[in-house]
């Protein structure tokens, strides 16, 4: 099975953004901070929306675009957690049959990755100090067992990834693209 980093840059050409634009063409011009999303009924999945939310504008300054891949199979849904979280407008990507997800490697989480102790404590603290709420699952939300990812692509090119080893993972985003990016 190949990699993303094997795969020639024809992969990203076929996966269109909500702009109209196709991955490819977006991260061929300027680098591209892709974000898969767990569910939108997951307390990490709105923490990381408001991580991301907070780091746009330094993101933007870095000439970082910014692409959200969600779960969800009601792009209205995904929209008003964007817009929530004042992430809007941002570019995102549909993908509720986790096509894309499976084609950069990202699977099911398992028992451990998804529901051990320090998801429980990581949980509380995203849900209840952090108030965004405690998990709940809906067809409409996405695949409740998907596991998240984070990539950095330019022209062609996977520069740097974060591949979750639990849900509860809290990446350093703006880590993640300044080790690629100046």
């Not at 840059?9 to 898969?36: D, H, M, R, Y």
């Not at 849904?77 to 929530?84: L, N, S, T, Y």
């Not at 703006?174 to 690629?180: A, F, G, L, T």
Request: a negative charge; charged letters at 20%.
């Amino acid at each position: 099975m190949n990699t993303p980093e094997q795969k020639e840059t024809s992969f990203w050409e076929n996966i269109p953004t909500s702009t109209g634009e196709s991955l490819s063409e977006v991260a061929e011009k300027q680098p591209v901070l892709l974000v898969f999303l767990r569910h939108f009924g997951c307390s990490f999945c709105r923490e990381a929306i408001s991580d991301i939310s907070k780091l746009k504008k330094r993101l933007e300054q870095k000439n970082v675009r910014i692409v959200l891949v969600h779960l969800s199979n009601d792009t209205k849904i995904a929209e008003q957690f964007f817009k929530k979280y004042k992430l809007w407008p941002v570019t995102y990507i549909d993908d509720p049959e986790r096509n894309i997800y499976a084609a950069f490697g990202l699977g099911r989480g398992t028992p451990q990755q998804l529901f051990g102790l320090m998801n429980w404590i990581r949980g509380f603290q995203a849900g209840v100090i952090e108030g965004h709420g405690f998990a709940y699952q809906g067809e409409e939300m996405g695949d409740g067992f998907q596991m998240p990812g984070i990539f950095v692509l330019h022209q062609g090119k996977i520069i740097n990834s974060f591949i979750h080893q639990s849900a509860w993972d809290r990446p350093d985003y703006e880590q993640i693209v300044s080790y690629c990016i100046p």
